[in-house]
T-cell receptor
Framework: SQELEQSPQSLIVQEGKNLTINCTSS?????LYWYKQKYGEGLIFLMM?????EEKSHEKITAKLDEKKQQSSLHITASQPSHAGIYLC????????????FGKGTLLTVNP | ETGVTQSPTHLIKTRGQQVTLRCSSQ?????VSWYQQALGQGPQFIFQ???????GRGNFPPRFSGLQFPNYSSELNVNALELDDSALYLC????????????FGSGTQLSVL
């Protein structure tokens, strides 16, 4: 089984709708990165969460870390076609902020 | 634009050959990590270099090796290529003590035939 499970695997929403992507870890989370990726391209940094209960926002994207539940969520408000892509969560394992364990990703499609 | 550049963007090799992929870190970043991303999967950590020395390795065989140079640029070398090595190879850099952000390049798409 995966160390990091993302749900849903894929998501299709209408432009303007809100959506949430979840990332659940089977191990203790020391930190959690969220990235966005266009198909076959590099990863674009969105946010990093380090403390339980931490919540960060950038433009219309908000991410939260629930350390007790070993879970993080990414919420997009009023989605736009530009939000389309693959969203990846990456967990920091003890000892290094550079060795990340990633989930398989969530494919988001936003229909105009 | 992350400032991390990778070359080449695409590469086709045949089984058994050797390949070298290159990464130029963002200015001031002395830590480089390499990841392999197979189709439909998340990236998997290969190894990390800090001040020209390997400083952590994932579950990859020794035929995956790397170098980091004094200017902090880096190479990933793969010997005896196998079909399963076909993937997107990503490098990421970070600044000293700057664990806040890990910047990724656009990747090299390697196809092994």
């Amino acid at each position: 089984s995966q160390e990091l499970e993302q749900s849903p695997q894929s998501l299709i929403v209408q432009e303007g709708k809100n959506l949430t992507i979840n990332c659940t870890s089977s191990k203790t989370l020391y930190g959690l990165y969220w990235y966005k990726q266009k198909y076959g391209e590099g990863l674009i940094f969105l946010m990093m969460l380090q403390k339980g209960g931490e919540e960060k926002s950038h433009e219309k994207i908000t991410a939260k870390l629930d350390e007790k539940k070993q879970q993080s969520s990414l919420h997009i408000t009023a989605s736009q076609p530009s939000h389309a892509g693959i969203y990846l969560c990456g967990a920091v394992r003890g000892g290094s902020n550079y060795k990340l364990t990633f989930g398989k990703g969530t494919l988001l499609t936003v229909n105009p | 634009e992350t400032g991390v550049t990778q070359s080449p963007t695409h590469l086709i090799k045949t089984r058994g050959q050797q390949v070298t992929l290159r990464c130029s870190s963002q200015s001031g970043h002395n830590t480089v990590s390499w990841y392999q991303q197979a189709l439909g999967q998340g990236p998997q950590f290969i190894f990390q270099y800090y001040r020209e020395e390997e400083n952590g390795r994932g579950n990859f065989p020794p035929r995956f090796s790397g170098l980091q140079f004094p200017n902090y640029s880096s190479e990933l070398n793969v010997n005896a290529l196998e079909l399963d090595d076909s993937a997107l190879y990503l490098c990421a850099s970070s600044s000293p003590g700057g664990g806040e952000k890990l910047f990724f390049g656009s990747g090299t798409q390697l196809s092994v035939l």
